[in-house]
């Protein structure tokens, strides 16, 4: 027999007393940490960083796949992944931290993953840069 799911509070609310929810729980499974050790590494090792997943992860078709910037710009603009990955490439090592690091200390505490300090984690990211795209499609 399986119990049912009855914690089903909504993304924000405020949680009184140290006890970790279902719906917490439920976060855990799906998300993970960084093993504070991999910190001796200049970059984090390839799945050892953090994540954190709010929503469905969408299945995308690189083909049918397009970036539109649009709105008030003075010229809207729709690039396929083909003419992205055609452009000039940049990497560079970030080090990224959850906002939410060290929210599980909080009282009350937002219903969220309760990470302690292990929400961090150092990659190098390889892409075309944003504010040159932009700029080459504005003259």
Avoid at 2 to 18: F, H, K, N, Q, Y
Avoid at 64 to 72: E, H, I, K, S
Avoid at 101 to 127: D, K
Wanted: aromatic share 4%.
């Amino acid at each position: 027999m399986t119990d049912r799911v009855t914690d089903s509070l909504s993304a924000g609310t405020l949680i009184e007393g140290p006890e970790i929810t279902q719906s917490e729980l439920q976060l855990a499974v799906r998300n993970h940490s960084m093993p504070l050790e991999a910190l001796r590494n200049a970059i984090t090792p390839i799945g050892l960083h953090y994540v954190l997943t709010h929503f469905d992860i969408p299945a995308v078709d690189p083909i049918d796949w397009a970036l539109t910037v649009g709105g008030r710009v003075r010229h809207p603009l729709r690039l396929n992944l083909e003419h992205l990955k055609a452009r000039p490439s940049t990497t560079i090592t970030v080090t990224l931290e959850c906002a939410g690091n060290g929210r599980a200390r909080l009282s009350p505490r937002p219903l969220s993953q309760p990470w302690l300090v292990e929400a961090v984690g150092t990659a190098e990211w390889t892409g075309t840069l944003l504010r040159p795209l932009l700029c080459s499609h504005t003259q």
